[in-house]
């Protein structure tokens, strides 16, 4: 039976069983705040990539402290992390379409989901696109170092012998009073120092003594002049190798508090795309305009 409604009079047709047989997901939101979070953080990063670039070191004096460098850094990647999913979950809460069967509470918190799914979606974006840009990097650094090695075992002569854990042991066996090659020399003492190496840097009496002594007979100075040179090489790779222990200390904590600080900043970045989200529902529900700012022409 139908109904013929007067004249000037719409009928609005109930759609009560289409909106239940649809999802309160609104997916086309969701990916238009994903790509508006990810687009600001590009140009925001990149901006502030170019301004650390140009502005840290201008060329006079000492470099800029790396304490500064890394605070700066980490205060402006917080800003551009929860500004930028902030951003996103406003424009997602702005754009969903709201289905009128919930009271205002339950509105907010189907809008604050819709926030935290564009924050979902932007940080595994993210993550996908740093993996790559890592793995390319890896990758680069991979192919420099096997061409450097490459090239240093086609210049060094015996290359078996260099990568023979057993060449040191040999090489004592062989050992005379007799001068030898320089080449040959300086290889050897490459092989001992590598084995200090393996001994928390400790060289042998006995392979400081050789050492002098081959450097006495291919220099042909003194006995005491050649110990004292053996000596300040002993002393010299010795503080490279506890600068490099150093430099992995400070790098394993800078990974640790570095990881702990990105969980903090997305768990940070999270809430703000939720309450951004809600405001922007309740700004779509309001049909606020912002006339000050979006003007029309």
């Not at 066996?173 to 003492?189: C, L, N």
């Not at 002049?225 to 490279?240: H, K, P, S, T, Y």
């Amino acid at each position: 039976m139908s109904i013929d409604a007067p004249a000037g009079v719409a009928v609005i047709e109930s759609t009560t069983s289409e909106r239940d047989q649809s999802s309160y997901v609104d997916w086309p939101a969701i990916i238009a705040g994903i790509v508006l979070a990810s687009a600001i953080s590009l140009v925001l990063i990149s901006f502030g990539s170019a301004v650390g670039l140009n502005f840290l070191d201008f060329g006079y004096g000492t470099g800029a402290n790396p304490l500064f460098v890394g605070i700066v850094a980490a205060s402006w990647f917080l800003w551009v992390q929860i500004s930028s999913f902030m951003a996103g979950g406003y424009l997602t809460g702005r754009l969903r379409r709201r289905h009128f069967d919930a009271n205002e509470d339950e509105s907010d918190v189907r809008d604050g989901a819709h926030g935290l799914l564009v924050w979902a979606g932007a940080a595994v974006l993210g993550t996908i696109i740093a993996v790559g840009g890592i793995g390319a990097a890896a990758s680069t650094v991979g192919n420099v170092a096997a061409t450097a090695t490459t090239a240093a075992s086609n210049v060094a002569e015996g290359t078996a012998d260099a990568v023979d854990p057993n060449a040191y042991f040999i090489d004592t066996m062989f050992r005379s009073s007799q001068p030898v090659e320089a080449d040959q020399a300086r290889a050897e003492a490459g092989r001992i120092f590598t084995q200090a190496a393996l001994n928390d840097g400790t060289v042998a009496d006995a392979d400081r003594t050789y050492l002098a002594n081959v450097v006495a007979a291919n220099t042909r100075i003194a006995p005491e002049e050649a110990q004292a040179r053996v000596d300040q090489a002993i002393a010299n790779v010795e503080a490279a190798r506890q600068d490099a222990v150093e430099a992995a200390r400070i790098a394993r904590n800078t990974t640790i508090i570095g990881a702990f600080l990105l969980a903090a900043s997305l768990l940070i970045s999270a809430i703000g795309a939720f309450w951004a989200a809600q405001k922007g529902g309740n700004h779509r529900d309001n049909n606020s305009v912002f006339a000050d700012v979006f003007r029309r022409f």
